[in-house]
């Protein structure tokens, strides 16, 4: 199948998938922790330049999508999301800040992406804290969804190389890992009532 048909499903998945987040939280059944939105947002635009930079082509289109529905999220939870900010959710926030220089000084892409997955997996802290406290205030179909379009995206990619696969294949395991763990939750909290 062509690149960029393959490339523009991954981005039509990822646009239902977060459009049904944000109906999901101006209907007040999603409450998403801003912190991990922000940061998301910031590391999914890095990675997506790194991508660009090393010829991902169609399959880096996704990332910089993403970056932007990210963003869009982070602004709807600072008013309708979770409020309880923590200090390591501050230091995942920083530490996103932190892959840009590394990039400009190393001027290595892969770099930029190393620490970006890193900081990444901090960031996700505060979503699977809140999500496994309240596992019915996080709608994991959007993170299926994820899953997909990352896995379409794989596809797409123009060129295999650690600077084009690391953050999706960190993505795709971490989103597995959190639907997994949302599905395992609501399923006892429903068996204990």
């Not at 008013?79 to 501050?90: L, N, P």
């Not at 770099?111 to 990444?120: G, M, N, P, S």
């Not at 205030?137 to 299926?144: A, I, L, R, S």
């Not at 190389?161 to 971490?174: E, I, K």
Request: with cysteine; hydrophobic share 55%; glycine share 4%.
């Amino acid at each position: 199948m062509d690149k960029n048909i393959l490339g523009l499903v991954s981005v039509a998945v990822s646009m239902a998938g977060y459009g049904s987040y944000l109906v999901s939280i101006f209907r007040k059944r999603t409450k998403p922790h801003a912190f991990s939105w922000l940061v998301w947002s910031i590391l999914m635009a890095i990675v997506f330049f790194a991508q660009m930079s090393d010829k991902g082509g169609a399959g880096s289109w996704v990332t910089g999508v993403s970056a932007l529905m990210c963003s869009l999220i982070a602004m709807a939870a600072i008013r309708h999301g979770e409020k309880s900010i923590t200090r390591s959710d501050w230091l995942a926030f920083i530490g996103a800040l932190i892959a840009i220089p590394v990039w400009r000084l190393t001027k290595d892409p892969l770099a930029a992406v190393l620490v970006a997955t890193v900081i990444d997996a901090l960031a996700y802290y505060p979503t699977f804290r809140k999500s496994y406290l309240k596992p019915f205030e996080e709608n994991f179909q959007t993170y299926c969804l994820d899953i997909l379009k990352w896995v379409v995206a794989f596809f797409a990619l123009e060129h295999y190389s650690a600077v084009t696969l690391t953050y999706p294949l960190f993505l795709l395991a971490a989103n597995s890992t959190l639907v997994a763990m949302i599905l395992v939750r609501r399923q006892k909290a429903n068996h204990a009532e």
